[in-house]
């Protein structure tokens, strides 16, 4: 389900204008060498994607000229086919070619972030298993990309460090054991926050469970230690896997149970998906 809590307009305008103002500068010294006439204008993306984006590529159009419309051919979330038209586009000449960079630029990174999303959740496809995002994210991005995966049939991880706990092996050693982070954290937050613990082996899993722990991440467990961990686990404590995970494996570390696999090459090994806007003669 696409996650549209994720959608704040005036999020979404700030990122925009940042953006446009980075490219246009002082002014858009090429554009001006067009006539401002009205024109028809079709998007196509040049091979087989997931849609994600349009918010922020319909920002970028309306935030230079509000009299520009966008008939979209596609939701997002929506696959697309190469030279598939996605939308077409009619408006000032002018506008459209100043925010035409821009607005693909956010296109093809997000598309490409829910492309990819889409080939590992449908390689874990009948496992029961779930595919998480990380906060590796582009800064600036970290909302925008979160949304991506979503729209690729991924689900959100943390947003940030405001709205769950993720205790990691850096917070365990300040604050002295596994047990002790664990009383730390469930005595300092409000009871309906999440609290993850990282352990690395089936030592530390065990500890954890037995201090209360509701979720673990299983670092870099290899894949024939994971049937163990999940049997551990039980039904006591919800399983996560993360490092080291490919599309080649993935398949085989959810069909040992876990209930998560968190992949940081979501939303930063991004690859873009090529789109063309090209004015409709």
């Known amino acids: 389900m696409i996650n549209i809590e994720l959608l704040n307009t005036a999020e979404i305008e700030a990122s925009v204008r940042v953006a446009l103002d980075e490219d246009i500068g002082s002014g858009d010294l090429t554009a001006g060498l067009v006539n401002d006439e009205r024109v028809s204008a079709k998007l196509i993306c040049r091979e087989q994607a997931i849609l994600s984006g349009r918010p922020w590529f319909e920002a970028c159009f309306n935030m230079l000229d509000e009299s520009i419309t966008i008939d979209w051919l596609f939701d997002d979330g929506a696959l697309m086919q190469s030279n598939d038209i996605v939308c077409r586009i009619q408006g000032s000449a002018r506008a459209i070619l100043t925010a035409e960079r821009t607005a693909i630029n956010y296109l093809q990174t997000l598309s490409g ?17 779930k595919i998480l995002d990380t906060r590796k994210t582009v800064p600036g991005l970290r909302k925008a990309e979160k949304y991506a995966v979503s729209c690729g049939g991924g689900h959100n991880h943390r947003i940030g460090l405001y709205d769950a706990v993720l205790i990691k092996e850096n917070h365990i050693h300040a604050a002295g054991s596994i047990c002790e982070a664990l009383k730390l954290a469930t005595e300092s937050i409000d009871s ?30 290899s894949l024939s230690a994971l049937p163990e961990a999940v049997n551990i686990a039980g039904d006591r404590v919800e399983t996560e896997v993360s490092g080291n995970v490919t599309l080649e494996n993935v398949n085989s570390i959810a069909s040992c149970g876990v209930n998560f696999v968190s992949i940081g090459a979501l939303t930063k ?3 873009a998906i090529d789109f063309s806007l090209l004015f409709v003669i």
């Open 113 to 129: 972030v829910a492309t990819t999303t889409r080939t590992y959740v449908d390689a874990v496809a009948g496992t029961g298993c």
């Open 192 to 221: 309906n926050v999440m609290v993850e613990i990282e352990v690395e082996n089936m030592e530390q899993l065990v500890q954890a469970i037995e201090c209360g722990a509701s979720r673990v991440l299983l670092d870099n467990f």
């Open 269 to 271: 090994n991004i690859q």
